[in-house]
């Protein structure tokens, strides 16, 4: 299996109000997006050129959000990027990027 080209993990992962997890994984590997639970079970999925990802205005930088094939989550990732060594998921704007580069969108 060819390595991932983003992985989060720690990441509380919502639906509207609702938590689905508090310390799930954002995944981008093999052309799709993909939302796991802390145990590993797909919360979502999608084909990475159906995700659009974005920053919600007037929240902390650590949010960002992930619309699969219409369904909006809330993800919660870090604020910045952990020292190297340093658990944590990475900032939410490497995510964000994550997506744009691998859907080949531009700007």
Do not use: C, N
Request: aromatic content about 6%.
């Amino acid at each position: 299996m060819a390595e991932p080209e983003f992985r989060a993990t720690g990441v509380r992962i919502g639906k509207r109000l609702r938590s689905l997890t508090r310390a799930g994984t954002v995944r981008i590997s093999g052309g799709r997006v993909e939302l796991l639970t802390s145990y590993g079970s797909e919360i979502d999925s999608a084909p990475v050129q159906a995700v659009r990802a974005s920053r919600p205005w007037f929240a902390p930088e650590d949010r960002a959000f992930a619309d699969l094939d219409g369904k909006r989550y809330l993800l919660t990732l870090g604020e910045r990027d952990p020292a190297p060594g340093e658990p944590g998921p990475p900032a939410a704007h490497r995510f964000i990027e994550a997506v744009r580069r691998a859907g080949g969108h531009r700007g």
